[in-house]
Every structure is written in C-alpha cells, then in structure tokens.
C-alpha cells in the first residue's frame, strides 16, 4: 500500500513538473522575442526593472529563465548590474503569483482548460495560437496534478507510522530548509516545490512552521540553478549576477529563521487553511526581501565587482559571441543568434578575401600568414554555430523556422568553403609567388584586381539577401553568376593573346595567373548558393532555372 502512495506522489509531482514546462516553454516560443525586447527597455531605473522581472517571471513562471536571460544581458553589456538586480527581485516576487492563484480551489477548472488547449493546439492557424494552446494545457496539467497530490495524500493523513517519519524530517527548521532547498534545486523549479508543500500542509502532513521552513528553503534553492547554469567558469564577472541573488536570498532566511515559530503561531489563526498561508507566506517572503534590497544594490553592486572582477585576457578570434544558449528555448531568437554569428564569419571571410588579393599583388609575406589564423578562426565559429543549431532542431520546429535554421547551416558551411579555398589555394598561390619573385604583367594584375573586386560586391549582395531573402537581389546575385562566367572566359582570352605575344611576365605567370581566375570562380559560386533557398521559398527557383537552363538542384530540407 505504501509503494502504491509513494508512486502515486511522485507521478502527481512529474505531471506538475511537465505542466510547469509546457506552460513555460509555451510562453517562450509564442512571446519569446517581445518579452526579451520588454526586458531590453526596461531598465532605465531599479524600479522599472523590478516590475520589468515581476512582469516577465509571472508570464514564464520560472525566475530561473529570467535569470539566465537577464545574465546573458548583463555578460553582453546590455544592462548594468544594479538594474539586473533588481530584475531579480522583481523575479522573486512574480514566480510567487501562479502559486497564490492555484492555492484556490479551482481544480473543476481543469477540464475546461484541456478542452480549450486542445482546440487551439490541434486547430490553431498560426504558431503562436497553437503555442497558446500548450500554455493552457500546461496549466490544466498542473491543476490536476494538484488534484491527485490532494487525493494521493488524504488518505495516509492518520497513519501513524508516516506522520512519526514527517515529524523526525521535518521537526528542525534548518533542516526543512536544506531539503527545499534541494529538492528545488533538482526540480528546477520554486513552484513546483511550493505547491508540493502546500499539498502537505494541507493534508497535515508538516506542521506549519516546517512548512514556512521548506518554503524558505524553496526560495533558496531557486537561486543556486542560474549560479550552476548561467556562470561561465572561465569569466569571474559572470557570477556576479546569480551570486547576488542568492545572497538577497539567504539574508532574507537569516532575518526570517529565528521568528519563523512566532510567525507560525501568530498567522495559522488569521489564516487557518494551511495551504493558503503557505502560498502567502511565500509572497510576503519574497516581497519583504525586495523593499529590503532595493534600496541598497548601489553598494551591493559595489561589493560584487570589487569581489568577482572581469578578467582582461585576448580576444580567441574562433569563439562564438552570439550564440546564446539560454535562447534556444525561443526559436525566433536562437535563429536570429545563429544567423548573426554567420555574418560574423562572413565578416571575417570578406577580410580574408580582401587580404590574400593583397598579399598576391604585393608580395606580402605577413598578410599570408594572417589569413591562415582568420582560417582557423572561421573553422571554429561554423562549428559551433552547427553544433548551436543542431541542439535547436531537437525540439520540433515550424516550417518556416526549419527552413530557416537549414538556409544558416547551408550559408556557414560554403563561407567555410570559400574561407579554404582561400586559406588552401590562394594563400598557397600567394606563396609560391613571393617565392619565386613573380610578377604579372599591368594588364593582368588589372584583370585580377576587377574580377577579385566583381567577387566582393557579389559577397555583400549575398549577406543581403542572407538576412532580408530580398527575391531581387537574389535574382541579381545569380544573373552576375553568368556575368562573371563570361568574364572569367574573356580574361582567360586576353591572356592568351599575352602568351602568344611572347610577354615574359605572363609566360611566368601563367599558371598563376588562371588558377586565381578558376579560384575566384569557384568561390562565388559558393558565395551565390544563398540565393537558391530564397527563390525556392517564393516558388521562383523552378523558373530561373529553366530561364538559364541550369540543372535542378535540391532544396534545402525542412527540419520540423
């Protein structure tokens, strides 16, 4: 019997946990972009901050992912350490709120919800009604879990043998404590753990001053995740956001613990329901803790930096900048971290590609060795991008996003290619000229010089169709692909009329000289694949190839 009720418990305690992810995960991906540019703007003082956090962590119902968004902001640069805590009070106090709507009995409810979930998920036109959808069975969810911990737990209320075991866990504050603290800390989640211990409290399982106990210890745990998961080891500066929250935290518990039993045996009168006054207990914590430190973070702030100072070291040119971790759970944001991460190696390809024409005409030694570091710097950046959008399409996408994620993927990986063709072929180019003391004819150089400069204007027209699928410019990008065919063909031509003229300059650098042409030609067709995704998506691919008889190729599949 008892193994029946312990499987009972933790199945009713998973399905609150699943519902508590749909509901999150579900706002994320319907509101995701508009409530990160909410919290972006609002943070001109401490206090629009503080509601900007209340706001934001009552929609998510996690103050973990505020703090894991709020930490990337700060570790960019985009917010200041004092409103950043304040975002953090304010989280404390809005995760409270879905705790203080379900602490009423409004389980008939559930139904409702799943009838109305369901409809808008399976019938939604568009993502975010069916987004939408997840969020309100998410909640649906969490109700009747709250109905089956009710019902799992009444019935063992008078056996002696568990309440003689609750009584030894629970019968030490400080101990209550360290047990919320890590069974939130495993749970991810305050809420989830809250809601627990009022099940508890309700079936008279824990007294009410364990219950208060475990609700600090709730409000502990909650700010150890963003400390494990939103610090990067390797930069000081990063802890000083999840350190200060978790400092608020166990000051508040310090001031609170040696009344917790005063404060039990003065408010069970006025509140009676032991749910409830756990469900408020836990708001007035988290409110009493955040008009306490709001008005000292100036010197918090103070302490933290003198204490967790940035750490100056150079700039690993290879490593991802934008490729935020805490995004992927937004599909919109984490494609457009991808995506701006891919222009960053577009970036540093175009400055390859500028350099090695330099080091080719000027014999310059130095400029060949750069251009191989810029190499090993892309390899790095396309990796990790890959590996970023890969975690990304896990999760099921919609079309358009798939499509999307797919189009970077392609993008980075023929920027890598041209950054090799680059690296291992003009560079190689480069230094057997310097080598053997070459030099092209004027006419040639100018030949190479106007077909290298034809390549970097067709580079920035692909960045632009790359972040805005322009259909105009791609169908200008791949009309310059047989421009630039005609005249690889020309100069080839006038090349030869050189040799046949016996110029010594072109007799020596003939090979040279045909290899960058073929090299150059190879990487804008590298460069003008951005453009076969944008035309297939506006059903005009089919048409340009049968204008320029060019064979079909595969559309990039759709991940979903």
Not at 266 to 287: I, M
């Amino acid at each position: 019997m008892g193994s029946v009720v312990l499987l009972d418990l933790m199945g009713g305690v998973a399905l609150l946990l699943w519902g508590l992810h749909m509901v999150h995960s579900g706002i994320l991906r319907a509101f995701g972009p508009d409530l990160r540019r909410l919290l972006s703007k609002a943070l001109n003082d401490r206090f629009t901050a503080f509601a900007a956090g209340l706001g934001l962590t009552a929609v998510l119902q996690s103050s973990t992912a505020t703090a894991l968004i709020t930490s990337s902001f700060a570790a960019e640069g985009l917010v200041a350490l004092v409103p950043a805590l304040a975002i953090m009070l304010g989280a404390n106090v809005g995760t409270t709120l879905i705790v203080q709507l379900l602490s009423f009995n409004i389980t008939a409810v559930a139904p409702v919800l799943f009838i109305i979930g369901l409809l808008a998920f399976r019938n939604g036109p568009r993502s975010r009604i069916k987004n939408i959808g997840r969020v309100v069975i998410g909640l649906g969810l969490m109700l009747l879990s709250l109905h089956i911990l009710l019902d799992t737990l009444a019935p063992a209320e008078n056996a002696p043998t568990v309440r003689v075991l609750l009584d030894a866990v629970t019968g030490d504050p400080v101990l209550c404590i360290l047990i919320g603290a890590v069974i939130t800390w495993a749970a991810h989640s305050s809420v989830a753990t809250v809601l627990l211990i009022m099940s508890l409290a309700y079936a008279h399982f824990v007294s009410p001053v364990a219950a208060l106990a475990l609700v600090l210890g709730a409000n502990l745990g909650s700010a150890i995740n963003p400390l494990v998961e939103g610090a990067k080891r390797d930069n000081p500066a990063s802890y000083r956001l999840p350190v200060g929250n978790l400092l608020n935290r166990a000051v508040g518990i310090v001031l609170v613990l040696p009344f917790l039993r005063p404060l039990a045996q003065h408010l069970q009168p006025w509140q009676p329901d032991l749910a409830k006054l756990t469900a408020e207990f836990h708001v007035a914590f988290n409110l009493v803790t955040a008009v306490l430190f709001i008005g000292v973070l100036d010197p918090l702030s103070q302490l933290l930096t003198r204490l967790l100072p940035d750490r100056v070291r150079a700039e690993d040119a290879g490593r991802p900048r934008y490729l935020d971790e805490t995004a992927l759970e937004t599909p919109s944001l984490a494609l457009a971290d991808a995506a701006r991460e891919t222009l960053r190696v577009g970036d540093l390809v175009e400055t390859m590609l500028r350099q090695v024409m330099t080091a080719i005409m000027n014999n310059d030694r130095a400029l060949v060795s750069q251009v191989s570091r810029m190499d090993n710097a892309v390899d790095g950046i396309v990796e990790a991008t890959k590996l970023y959008l890969t975690k990304l399409t896990r999760d099921s996408l919609d079309e358009r996003e798939g499509r999307r994620a797919m189009e970077i993927i392609s993008f980075a990986i023929n920027l890598e290619h041209v950054g090799d063709i680059v690296d291992k072929n003009l560079n190689e180019l480069a230094t057997k000229k310097i080598k053997r003391r070459f030099q092209f004819s004027a006419e040639g150089a100018e030949e190479l010089l106007a077909f290298h400069r034809r390549i970097m204007d067709s580079l920035r027209i692909a960045f632009g169709v790359f972040m805005s699928c322009d259909v105009g410019e791609a169908h200008k990008l791949l009309a310059e692909k047989a421009v630039l065919r005609n005249a690889e063909l020309a100069a080839t031509e006038r090349h030869l009329d050189r040799l046949r003229e016996g110029r010594p300059e072109s007799i020596e650098t003939t090979s040279l000289h045909l290899d960058v042409l073929r090299d150059l030609k190879r990487i804008h067709s590298h460069i003008c694949s951005v453009a076969y995704p944008v035309l297939d998506a506006a059903g005009e691919l089919e048409a340009h190839r049968s204008a320029r008889h060019e064979p079909a190729a595969v559309a990039p599949p759709v991940v979903r």
